[in-house]
């Protein structure tokens, strides 16, 4: 694991969000840096090497198998959870209370209608303040 997905990992294990969070989960062909199975959101710590070619192809390539499979992914970027881990460990913990409540509500969102819904969402500095992303596939 990488320095960012270790100050995650302690963050999240031990259900300390709430839900129960697997640390390089398999699924399928590819593994998973963190899952909640509870939300189906895989959630990627991405440094610098993923903007990169091959990594962004094989990214994109896992990401559509997970959504064909049902999964969202959350890519944060490594500089923001080694920059400002409590800011991400809490805005991750209402990605999952809401990615929970999708599942929940069979994919149906209720709060936040009119909002374009996303199956892969990034997650930057630039980004991070956005309104949450909503998560229907």
Same mark, same amino acid.
């Given at each position: 694991?990488?320095?960012?997905?270790?100050?995650?990992?302690?963050?999240?294990?031990?259900?300390?969000?709430?839900?129960?969070?697997?640390?390089?989960?398999?699924?399928?062909?590819?593994?998973?840096?963190?899952?909640?199975?509870?939300?189906?959101?895989?959630?990627?710590?991405?440094?610098?090497?993923?903007?990169?070619?091959?990594? =962004?192809?094989?990214?994109?390539? *896992?990401?559509?198998?997970? $959504?064909?499979?049902?999964? %969202? @992914?959350?890519?944060?970027? #490594?500089?923001?959870?080694?920059?400002?881990?409590?800011?991400?460990?809490?805005?991750?913990?209402?990605?999952?209370?809401?990615?929970?409540?999708?599942?929940?509500?069979?994919?149906?969102? =209720?709060?936040?209608?009119?909002? *374009?819904?996303?199956?892969? $969402?990034?997650?930057?500095? %630039? @980004?991070?303040?956005?309104? #949450?992303?909503?998560?229907?596939?």
């Amino acid at each position: 694991m990488t320095p960012a997905e270790v100050v995650l990992w302690q963050a999240v294990r031990a259900s300390r969000l709430g839900y129960k969070i697997r640390r390089q989960h398999p699924f399928g062909p590819y593994v998973i840096d963190f899952y909640c199975a509870a939300a189906k959101l895989a959630i990627e710590v991405d440094g610098g090497v993923h903007e990169t070619e091959p990594q =962004s192809s094989h990214d994109h390539s *896992r990401d559509q198998y997970l $959504i064909r499979h049902g999964v %969202r @992914t959350l890519r944060v970027s #490594s500089a923001l959870v080694m920059g400002d881990p409590e800011r991400v460990i809490a805005k991750l913990k209402l990605w999952i209370e809401r990615a929970v409540e999708f599942q929940k509500n069979g994919g149906v969102t =209720s709060r936040w209608n009119g909002v *374009r819904e996303e199956a892969v $969402i990034y997650v930057s500095a %630039r @980004t991070f303040d956005a309104p #949450s992303p909503s998560l229907r596939l």
